[in-house]
């Protein structure tokens, strides 16, 4: 079954520190992976999106990796904004198939 | 870039009414159109996929007879919840595929920026 997992669920830091989020996949035949930013009340923000011949993706403060062996993924925010508190959503793409999409973990960045 | 929308924003029924929600792509033309729906917390849900011109695909569970789509241009697709309940009430978020290559070359789904329905 194809499915998508995030850790952690939910995460609070302080303005300016690092973070790092995870997703664990399952999803086959994998075409690619995608991280959306999701701020409350919107929809989902295209972050990065990694094929499978591509280990890391940058967009800014925001870069992913991706181990297609291990089909494990990461989001490593740097120098977190209070903007940066927001639902982060994992979605990994199989050929001829819709989008499976993680739960999801909930950043939220204090002052 | 790709930009979809949603209108309305928000919108507040009464139980046994119906609701229109439009999902437009404004600068490309959308050949598939997903609908999601998002409860308090949890990640998005698919509904339906709908194609121009063809009948919409349900996901196992949703009931096509109180969830109608229409998706009668590339650039428009509607979805209609009919004799809305209480248990109706979510976030419902549009998104949009081309599959033509000048936008994007990992047949992207583009999202709408949702809208809040709240049945009373």
């Known amino acids: 079954k194809n499915q998508v997992e995030q850790s952690p669920q939910s995460l609070i830091i302080l303005e300016g520190k690092n973070c790092t989020l995870q997703?664990?996949?399952?999803?086959?035949?994998?075409?690619?992976l995608r991280w959306y930013k999701q701020d409350t009340g919107r929809g989902p923000v295209s972050l990065t999106i990694?094929?499978?011949?591509?280990n890391t993706k940058s967009n800014g403060r925001y870069t992913a990796t991706l181990d297609a062996d291990t089909k494990q993924s990461s989001l490593h925010i740097t120098a977190s904004q209070l903007s940066d508190s927001a639902s982060y959503i994992c979605?990994?793409?199989?050929?001829?198939?819709?989008?499976?999409f993680g739960p999801g973990t909930r950043l939220s960045v204090l002052p | 870039g790709a930009v979809v929308s949603q209108h309305p924003s928000r919108v507040i029924c009464k139980s046994g009414t119906s609701v229109k929600i439009e999902c437009r792509s404004l600068?490309?033309?959308?050949?598939?159109m997903f609908w999601y729906r998002q409860f308090p917390k949890q990640s998005l849900m698919l509904m339906a996929t709908?194609?121009?011109?063809?009948?919409?695909?349900?996901e196992q569970g949703v009931e096509k007879d109180k969830f109608l789509i229409n998706h009668a241009s590339l650039t428009l697709s509607t979805l209609t919840v009919t004799s809305a309940h209480p248990e109706d009430s979510s976030f419902y978020i549009c998104?949009?595929?081309?599959?033509?290559?000048?936008?994007?070359?990992?047949?992207?789904?583009?999202f709408g920026p949702g809208t809040r329905l709240t049945v009373l």
């Open positions: 998104s949009a595929r081309t599959s033509g290559s000048s936008i994007s070359s990992y047949n992207e789904q583009f």
């Open positions: 997703c664990n996949y399952t999803v086959s035949p994998f075409s690619n």
């Open positions: 990694m094929t499978f011949s591509e």
């Open positions: 979605v990994v793409s199989a050929y001829g198939q819709n989008f499976v």
């Open positions: 600068d490309f033309q959308a050949t598939t």
């Open positions: 709908s194609n121009e011109g063809s009948k919409a695909t349900y």
